[in-house]
């Protein structure tokens, strides 16, 4: 088992430009999330799917967009990249409910820097 | 929604002190509060939990208390070691949601 995979490892933007960070997981988990994470910030989360075909937002949406193409896969997408969104981005998965399965299980992290 | 105060945000040790990282919440719905650790350059990793009907939890060296009235929870490290090093994340999951509130972290660094 992969767990969670998430693409690309870094990347680097110009202000204006627009990108996709692809995130899958094969654990069967019904859960999924992208937080990013910014010096002396923790983990903030940007957007949450608790099942397919459902997607929230959480504490810091503006800006991206996010699909849960299917069970497996949550994308995130940067219409307009600002220098803001500079970050270190985690996908991460769960069973349904954290407080009766436990763990949130993160990808390796995506590190995107914006000019 | 939830908001999770973390302290300090970093705490030097030597080899073989405890350490204790401290965190309050806001949500008194709030029932599940899990610990993660992140070494340099990985990603967080689950340590240790608590839910909101248990006071202590226990594994070896590491141990979680939770007092619910105070709102607040603690992360004990006994017998620290180098490999302890890394930023300790605290989470609270508010009632009625299926996401976490991270704390801001604490580095810990343990000195040989």
């Known amino acids: 088992n992969a767990g969670v995979t998430q693409t690309p490892k870094f990347q680097v933007l110009k202000t204006g430009q627009s990108m996709t960070l692809q995130c899958a997981q094969d654990?069967?988990?019904?859960?999924m999330y992208w937080y990013r994470q910014d010096p002396g910030m923790g983990l903030r989360l940007i957007y949450y799917?608790?099942?397919?075909?459902?997607?929230d937002k959480g504490e810091v949406p503006n800006g991206y967009n996010v699909s849960r193409l299917n069970k497996r896969e949550f994308s995130l997408r940067l219409e307009s990249a600002a220098p803001s969104q500079t970050s270190v981005y985690f996908c991460?998965?769960?069973?349904?409910?954290?407080?009766?399965?436990?763990?949130?299980?993160f990808g390796e992290g995506s590190r995107l820097t914006v000019l | 929604g939830e908001n999770v105060e973390q302290h300090p945000s970093t705490l030097s040790v030597q080899e073989g002190d405890s350490a204790v990282i401290k965190c309050t919440y806001s949500?008194?719905?709030?029932?599940?509060f899990p610990w993660y650790k992140q070494e340099l350059g990985k990603r967080p990793q689950l340590i240790i939990d608590?839910?909101?009907?248990?006071g202590e939890k226990k594994d070896q060296r590491i141990a979680v208390t939770l007092n619910k009235t105070a709102k607040h929870f603690s992360l004990h490290i006994t017998e620290t070691q180098p490999e302890d090093s890394a930023v300790y994340f605290c989470?609270?999951?508010?009632?009625?949601?299926?996401?976490?509130?991270f704390g801001k972290g604490t580095m810990l660094l343990v000195s040989p």
């Open positions: 991460a998965s769960s069973r349904s409910d954290l407080a009766n399965t436990g763990e949130l299980f």
């Open positions: 654990m069967n988990h019904n859960s």
């Open positions: 799917s608790a099942s397919e075909g459902t997607t």
């Open positions: 949500d008194s719905a709030s029932n599940y």
């Open positions: 608590i839910r909101s009907n248990v």
């Open positions: 989470a609270a999951k508010p009632g009625g949601y299926s996401t976490l509130t």
